[in-house]
């Protein structure tokens, strides 16, 4: 199936509210787990002053994860919609939970042009994560220019995403496996992002021809793509 891109930014007002009041908390939990086991096999060590970006962060799903697992360390939730960030910076606001959340902040960026100054950072990130962001980029080599603008060397990567099935069927299979029963918008979307997604031999050949090293493409179950790496 060939690749149908959506828009980039989850800007609809309901769309945004249906995205974040939809229950992720298996799969957000997992990507964290597989976050931690990543960090302890690369024997980083994670201190007040490191740096975690989390792309794409939407309404901070898995960003007040992070932020609640290593509350010593700043994280950085970015995203282009304000409708998404507006929600996330209202959770963060009212979590019973505030104080382990004092790294944590949002700020609004193009993914596709982002650099260290613009967004007014201090400092490259130790660790850049994104879930269920890549399938929304338009132009894979811009998103890996906007990596190396924020990385410095050794910055982790762990991206989790969708991979695209093998046709449209394929796609409404896995709809009716994983997200039987939910809203029609939601569904909607889920059968979109994976028409939007790429499959590992895009990837590994964008990476290939932008001359990177040290990563990994991993399919996992029968849905997702890590993308794995040290810069
Ligand atoms: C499907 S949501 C995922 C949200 C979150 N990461 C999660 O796991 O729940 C994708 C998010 O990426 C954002 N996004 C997509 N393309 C972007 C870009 N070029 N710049 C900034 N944000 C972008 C969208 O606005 C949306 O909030």
Known sequence: MLRITEPELMTELEQVNIYAETDFSDSDGKMVSRLVELINESKKNLQRESLLIDLGCGPGNITQRLASHWPEINVVGIDGS?????IARQRQFSSKNKSSLRGLSYKEGNISSLSKTRLN???????????????????????????????????????????RPLSSNQALDLQKKHLPNAHPIMIRDFIASLKAAFTRDEVVNYLEKSSWQNYKV???EDRYLDIIGIN
């Open 82 to 86: 304000i409708e998404m960030l507006r």
């Open 121 to 163: 950072l201090s400092k490259f990130a130790d660790v850049v994560v994104s879930n269920s962001f890549i399938h929304h980029v338009h132009d894979f080599n811009f998103f890996l220019k906007s990596l190396k603008a924020i990385s410095k060397k050794g910055t982790l990567y762990f991206h989790r995403d969708l991979r």
């Open 218 to 220: 991993i399919e996992v």
